[in-house]
C-alpha cells in the first residue's frame, strides 16, 4: 500500500492559531475562505489550524524566533493565494504581515525590511498556482 505526502515543508503547527490581519474584504461580495488548515475571515481573522505545514524563513534568511511567526502568517496567506482561494491583489498585504509580525516580535527594523523587500522581490513564483506543492507517491 503507497503513502501520499508533500515535501518541502520544516514545522508543523502544535496548536491552533488565530491572527489578526490586514486582509479585510467586503462581507456582501466575499465569502469566509475556508481550507482544511486555514479559515479566513472577511473581517481579517485568520485560524491557522494545528497540523499546518510550513518552510519558515526562505532563501538566505535565518529561522530565528522573531521570523516564525511571521512566516507562519505569511505561508498560511500565500497558501490561500496559490490555490486561487485569495485574489492575488492581496499579495502585497501577505507580504506587510510578515513584515509586521516580524517586527512585533522583536526583530531588528532594518532585517525586517530587508525581508519585506526580499519577498516583494523574489516570491511571487510562491504564490502561482502553478507552484502548488505537488502530492507524490511511495513506494
Known sequence: MSIKYRCGFKYQLALDYMV???VI??????????TDYVTLF????????????????????????????GSLI?????????TGKLDMKWREQSDMELWKACCEDGMWRLRAWWVHRAVRKFAKFAALPENHKEILEAP
Open 74 to 82: 505569511h505561508d498560511a496567506l500565500y497558501s490561500l493565494l496559490r
Open 20 to 22: 489578526q490581519t490586514g
Open 25 to 34: 474584504r467586503d462581507k456582501k461580495k466575499e465569502k469566509i475562505i475556508c
Open 42 to 69: 472577511t473581517d481579517g481573522q485568520m485560524l491557522i489550524r494545528k497540523g499546518f505545514a510550513w518552510d519558515g524563513a526562505s532563501s538566505i534568511a535565518r529561522d530565528t524566533r522573531t521570523i516564525m511567526r
